[in-house]
């Protein structure tokens, strides 16, 4: 580790040191430091508490601080591991790895599952689905006739839900993903390979010798 | 045309799970 520690910085890691993430995760130590350089960014936007809240994470998607978002409030909540409310550095490193382009396709999927399975039922039910597509054209130009959303989820569940039981289990979505692969480019950030360069003050702020992690 | 995609195409288009916006770009 390196010399003294700098102001600030210890209460955002607390024990989450960037070699331990990194030893978690698929970043590699410096990555784990220029995510923090973000992390401060978007902890610090509304309250300087080291921790991302709701709308901090709302106002880092969207730019605006009014929105309310059912899908981002989701990823949030997914973020937001331990269930406080707030996401901590570590949570954001873990959470963030899942979009790796290096991350295995099963955590992808699993994540996604996660998401859409909007009551954490254990299943993908339609009356969440119709939930989110509604969301959708609530936050679009796009506009659809009830008759149209019914049309949408018929045809979905006919193909996803394979035995046919009105909800996408866990088998059923995999099966799903690998028949539509686009499903899961949401769920894959190629930004997160370049990083360090995004970010290139990390290096001014870290504490880690690179070559001892 | 919407009527076309299935229900997470279309939700995949939400700007809530386009995280890319998180580092600003």
Known sequence: ?213 | QPVAMNAFELISMSKGLNLENLFGT
């Not at chain 1, 959708?136 to 796009?142: D, N």
């Not at chain 1, 394979?162 to 099966?175: A, C, F, P, Y």
């Not at chain 1, 799903?176 to 290096?203: E, G």
């Open chain 1, 1 to 213: 580790m390196g010399c003294g520690p700098s102001k600030g910085r210890r209460q955002y890691l607390g024990n989450e040191d960037p070699v331990f993430l990194a030893s978690q995760t698929t970043f590699s130590v410096s990555e784990v430091e220029a995510l923090f350089e973000l992390f401060k960014t978007i902890s610090s936007s509304v309250i300087d508490d080291g921790l991302i809240n709701k709308e901090e994470f709302v106002l880092a998607l969207f730019k605006n601080r009014t929105k309310e978002n059912l899908f981002a409030s989701r990823i949030f909540d997914l973020f937001d591991v331990k269930h406080r409310g707030v996401i901590d550095f570590g949570d954001f490193v873990r959470s963030l790895h899942i979009f790796h382009p290096n991350t295995p396709l099963e955590d992808k999927i699993g994540f996604s599952f996660k998401l859409y399975d909007l009551d954490n039922t254990g299943f993908i039910e339609r009356k969440g689905v119709k939930q989110m597509l509604l969301a959708l054209l609530g936050e679009s130009e796009m506009k659809l006739a009830d008759e149209a959303i019914e049309m949408i989820l018929d045809k979905t569940f006919l193909e996803a839900d394979i035995n046919q039981d009105g909800k996408i289990d866990m088998t059923e979505w995999q099966h799903f993903v690998s028949k539509n692969p686009s499903l899961l480019k949401i769920m894959t950030l190629p930004y997160l390979r370049d990083i360090t360069t995004a970010f290139p003050s990390f290096v001014f702020n870290s504490e880690v010798d690179e070559d001892a992690a």
